[in-house]
Nanobody, 129 residues
Framework: QVPLVESGGESVQPGGSLRLSCEVS?????????VGWFRQAPGKEREVVAG????????NIADSAKGRFTISQDKSKNTVYLQMNSLQPEDTAMYYC?????????????????????WGQGTQVTVFS
């Protein structure tokens, strides 16, 4: 069973909106402490976009996305969403869902890529003029 499956990436015009979904497997969801979204554009480094601590429902958005993106969860569907509004060409990237299922770890950070141990296959978002 694949731990994480992303969907929702499309091509949109500037100013448009998309909602990305990250479905976490039934096996992985109970063990998941936090879920994050990262993105990577061609020739650029991976960049954190958002993260959520599932139990406490604490949500975090990177400065580059504040005011435009929101992250949420639907526990009944084992799914984390990334709602993206006012999309711009610089948002074009492959978006990856990541999950942290490690037990007994202190000092986790939603923005630290190395704190995640499961990755999805990615979903492409293209914003074109």
């Amino acid at each position: 069973q694949v731990p994480l499956v992303e969907s929702g990436g499309e091509s949109v015009q500037p100013g448009g909106s998309l909602r990305l979904s990250c479905e976490v497997s039934e096996y992985t969801w109970p063990k998941t402490v936090m879920v994050g979204w990262f993105r990577q554009a061609p020739g650029k480094e991976r960049e954190v976009v958002a993260g959520i601590y599932l139990l406490a429902d604490i949500k975090n958005i990177a400065d580059s996305a504040k005011g435009r993106f929101t992250i949420s969860q639907d526990k009944s569907k084992n799914t984390v969403y990334l709602q993206m509004n006012s999309l711009q060409p610089e948002d074009t990237a492959m978006y990856y869902c990541v999950a942290d299922t490690r037990l007994g770890v202190a000092g986790r950070s939603w923005s630290r890529l190395s704190d995640y141990d499961s990755w999805g296959q990615g979903t492409q978002v293209t914003v074109f003029s």
